[in-house]
């Protein structure tokens, strides 16, 4: 089973979202059919860690470890910081990759640290019963588009630039979620499980 953790925003993030992607140019590109692979926005999502393959008799093991991760997250959050949920949006943007590899994104903006917190004691709790997950440095981003080539270089650059002022409206982050990607199916990802912050 290949398995990631994330944080879903609200309709109303994406809805604004939505909107201002319609006026980047890879939304005037998509409108007149080129494929610059729009993320699905209805699956949008914050990914906290990504496990990857986990043999599907160790689901109980990240469970486990992802209940304790929250846990450990609310616990911190009643002493240190004010109580309920991070509060987020999404905000600015950025590019990863270059040529075929390019994808632009939108940064995540607000307690960001908390979401940092998490995501580190996800990725401490999997490793503590064994299950490795990928350990490139957290990096809270939402994924719009993989224009790979497909637009040039500048237009994808242009748009890294007009999401610079981008300010979407804050939310609530009131869970974490075990996904399940299956590349070839429909829908493509399915929730597995899910934890209280």
């Not at 008799?57 to 009643?78: K, S």
Request: hydrophobic content about 40%.
């Amino acid at each position: 089973m290949r398995l990631f953790t994330a944080i879903h925003p609200p309709a109303d993030a994406i809805e604004h979202l939505t909107a201002r992607m319609a006026g980047l140019r890879i939304g005037a590109a998509s409108a007149t059919g080129t494929n610059v692979r729009l993320a699905d926005l209805a699956w949008a999502h914050l990914t906290l860690a990504f496990l990857g393959d986990v043999d599907p008799g160790r689901v109980a093991e990240v469970r486990h470890a992802l209940r304790l991760a929250t846990d450990d997250e609310r616990g911190n959050a009643a002493e240190g910081t004010p109580g309920g949920p991070p509060v987020l949006r999404l905000g600015g943007g950025g590019r990863f990759g270059r040529g075929r590899s390019t994808v632009l994104w939108v940064d995540v903006r607000g307690d960001v640290p908390r979401l940092t917190t998490l995501a580190g004691a996800i990725r401490a709790g999997l490793a503590a019963v064994g299950v490795p997950c990928d350990d490139k440095p957290f990096r809270p981003h939402l994924t719009i588009a993989r224009p790979g080539d497909r637009i040039p270089p500048a237009d994808v650059e242009a748009d890294r630039t007009a999401l610079d002022d981008y300010l979407g409206p804050p939310w609530p982050a009131h869970e974490l979620v075990l996904m399940q990607s299956r590349p070839d199916a429909r829908p493509r990802y399915h929730r597995l499980a899910a934890w209280p912050l």
